[in-house]
Nanobody, 119 residues
Framework: QVQLVESGGGLVQPGGSLRLSCAAS????????MGWYRQAPGEQRELVAA???????DYADSVKGRFSISRDNAKNTVSLQMNSLKPEDTAVYYC?????????????WGQGTQVGVSS
């Protein structure tokens, strides 16, 4: 079991920035992919950004150029730098980890952190 704990959410004005961090309970070397998802009220959970163990990244079109994901293997953390925030970025953000063992995939989720963007 991998436990993920998010931090860094809050309320910010449009155009502002926030940095989310996710701390894993164990070494993230064996975690194939880590990422951030978000879920707004009444909406489905969607991928925001992901990063593989090799450092490859993927972003939702809506956040490209504004958000940046990074991972620190030494500190067992993954972070999401969010700039130029918009009201539509308001959601609960969840840290996600996927571990592949042979043909099996195991998904782990954090408890979520609220991000609000409003004037």
């Amino acid at each position: 079991q991998v436990q993920l704990v998010e931090s860094g959410g809050g309320l910010v004005q449009p155009g502002g920035s926030l940095r989310l961090s996710c701390a894993a309970s164990e070494s993230i070397f064996r975690i194939n992919t880590m990422g951030w998802y978000r879920q707004a009220p009444g909406e489905q959970r969607e991928l925001v950004a992901a990063i593989t163990s090799g450092g490859s990244t993927d972003y939702a079109d809506s956040v490209k150029g504004r958000f940046s994901i990074s991972r620190d293997n030494a500190k067992n953390t993954v972070s999401l730098q969010m700039n130029s925030l918009k009201p539509e970025d308001t959601a609960v953000y969840y840290c996600h980890a996927r571990i592949r063992v042979g043909a099996h995939e195991y998904d782990y989720w954090g408890q979520g952190t609220q991000v609000g963007v409003s004037s």
